[in-house]
């Protein structure tokens, strides 16, 4: 089926809700709205008589941060692309991906740009390397998965550290890029991987960080922080949202250290475009730091379509942040994908 590129033909506005938030630790968000922008592509679906599967709608949104692309999934209608903030976009995964996502580490984006992993759930899931032109399939492990990490450091991407939906925390590995999986025990609630031979997890029901050498045979606690979803790697340092707060670790997981004051988190870190330059989401929205967490300006709320059920371990919401075009996007299986433009935050 040829790609086809649709012009959204209406939005839907959702107005800014103004929130309150601690002095000394976050500034009042500029004025602004958000903006539906899937409502176009679900209207030439329709009139094609493709109609997205349960519950409906949009599931899931990732940016490429080094362009600004963002990707938005359709639940049972894939994966598509923009190029322009949202004004238009284009299928672009060949039908090779499915289903839909359920957390905000469903999507896995390469922070070096153009690759991009999709682990789906009641679907099928796959990877792209080359922005979307190509994919790869990645095979499903019962129903599909919660989140995934994946080690970027090498080309191709081979090593994935999964968390099976609904299986009472089964961790899966794969070492040829998704197309085996080996499963390494029970009990996971946060995957991580830092290069290809250090995986790192939280447990559940268990306090703390732990990290492994030998394929998830044994595993040392390595910190006391509880950790929450997906472990996010920047040119050899992991950052993690956990209970205590953002932490960081630039030793693969040997050390750990807490950086700034943030605490509550549940999305993130999002990287920018400079170090020490990245995005988190709370309750109150997405909160942006330029000096590596020491302080955090608001610069988008979280849209309140979205945000009736705060989840903190960042279920069900998914968002995505471009640094490049200032621009924060959020979508919620089963609702619209919305896009909200900020200005300059003194970067």
Excluded at 189 to 213: D, F, H
Excluded at 219 to 235: F, M, Q, R, S, Y
Aim: proline share 5%; glycine share 14%.
């Amino acid at each position: 089926m040829p790609q086809r590129t649709f012009r959204l033909v209406r939005s839907a506005r959702v107005l800014l809700v103004c929130v309150a938030v601690a002095v000394g630790v976050h500034r009042t968000a500029p004025a602004g709205e958000w903006t539906e922008i899937s409502q176009g592509v679900l209207d030439a679906l329709d009139q094609q008589g493709a109609k997205p599967a349960w519950p409906g709608r949009t599931t899931g949104v990732a940016v490429d941060r080094t362009t600004g692309d963002v990707y938005m999934i359709v639940c049972g209608q894939g994966a598509w692309k923009s190029s322009d903030q949202g004004a238009t976009f284009e299928r672009v995964d060949g039908k090779a991906l499915g289903g839909r996502c359920e957390t905000g580490c469903s999507l896995c984006p390469d922070p070096a740009g153009k690759r991009l992993a999709c682990f789906m759930l009641d679907g099928t899931s796959a990877m792209t390397a080359d922005g979307g032109k190509t994919w790869t399939p990645i095979r499903n492990v019962a129903r599909g998965y919660d989140w995934a990490a994946v080690d970027w450091s090498v080309t191709p991407a081979t090593t994935m550290f999964a968390l099976v939906h609904e299986s009472g925390g089964i961790g899966a590995l794969s070492r040829d890029g998704g197309k085996t999986w080996q499963q390494i025990g029970k009990d996971y609630a946060a995957v991580g991987l830092m290069g290809p031979n250090v995986l790192l997890c939280g447990r559940a029901g268990r306090k703390g960080i732990w990290r492994s050498t030998d394929d998830g045979k044994n595993w040392t606690k390595v910190h006391d922080a509880t950790p929450i979803g997906v472990l996010k790697v920047l040119e050899a340092t992991g950052y993690w949202l956990t209970d205590a707060g953002l932490t960081v670790t630039a030793d693969q997981g040997k050390t750990w250290r807490r950086v700034g004051q943030m605490r509550g988190a549940a999305w993130g870190p999002y990287f920018g475009t400079a170090d020490g330059h990245f995005v988190v989401v709370d309750k109150q929205g997405f909160q942006e730091t330029t000096d590596g967490g020491k302080t955090w300006n608001l610069i988008a709320p979280l849209p309140p379509l979205l945000a009736k059920e705060f989840n903190p371990r960042g279920w069900f919401l998914n968002v995505a942040w471009d640094p490049v075009g200032r621009v924060c996007y959020a979508a919620r299986m089963g609702k619209p994908t919305l896009r909200y433009r900020y200005g300059r935050s003194g970067t």
